[in-house]
């Protein structure tokens, strides 16, 4: 394999967004172990959803972890963007299936009437990664802007994502738990699979950021 020489300044940045990664991994591990036990707890479709979409996550997190290393390295440019897109496309796989998974549950829980109880768990889970993920985004998007790297951009655009569902799961878990509405559960999960479908279909374009 070839080697590429990169600059101090450069290296200084790819090994900042090295931390970001490995906090984002070891957060998306962490949030996806509680959600997905609260979830099922408590019968809630939405937030076994987000617990599913942390794991997915935690994948695309790992990509890019061995994407910086390896420049870090000083491996060769071109294969790096090689395997990325293959990697790439797999994540996006992986959305879709979960996507399908998510609407089939919430479609199948709305015809049964099925009731989840509250989830305390689940609110205060929800409303950290509000606050985690928002921060995150934007300093992979800093770092992957001052690199030029299209990978970090678009995993900072997947992390903003991780904000949306935060914020829908949040909402369906609240109304549930404050107003009663059982049904805004299963609400909650379908706009998590319309949200996902979207990640989905932009890993496998390999969209940028504008």
Do not use: H
């Not at 942390?54 to 963007?81: C, K, M, N, Q, Y």
């Not at 293959?86 to 479609?107: M, S, T, W």
């Amino acid at each position: 394999m070839t080697s590429t020489a990169i600059g101090p300044e450069r290296r200084g940045l790819v090994r900042r967004g090295l931390r970001l990664e490995y906090l984002t991994v070891g957060w998306n591990v962490l949030e996806g172990f509680v959600a997905v036990v609260a979830g099922m707890a408590s019968g809630s479709v939405a937030l076994v959803g987000f617990g599913l979409d942390s794991f997915v996550e935690t994948i695309s997190g790992a990509v890019l972890i061995w994407r910086l290393r390896e420049e870090d390295r000083g491996a060769d440019p071109e294969r790096i963007e090689q395997v990325e897109r293959r990697a790439e496309r797999l994540v996006g796989v992986a959305f879709l299936l979960l996507a399908a998974y998510v609407a089939v549950e919430a479609v199948m829980s709305l015809l049964a009437g099925d009731t989840p109880e509250a989830s305390p768990v689940g609110i205060v889970l929800t409303t950290v990664s509000i606050a985690v993920m928002v921060w995150l985004a934007a300093a992979k998007l800093g770092v992957g802007q001052a690199l030029g790297s299209r990978a970090l951009i678009a995993d900072s655009r997947q992390t903003r994502a991780c904000w949306y569902l935060s914020m829908v799961t949040l909402a369906g878990l609240a109304a549930n738990a404050v107003a009663g509405w059982w049904w805004a559960d299963a609400v909650a999960a379908l706009a998590i699979a319309v949200l996902l479908v979207r990640e989905g279909l932009e890993a496998l374009r390999g969209e940028e950021d504008d």
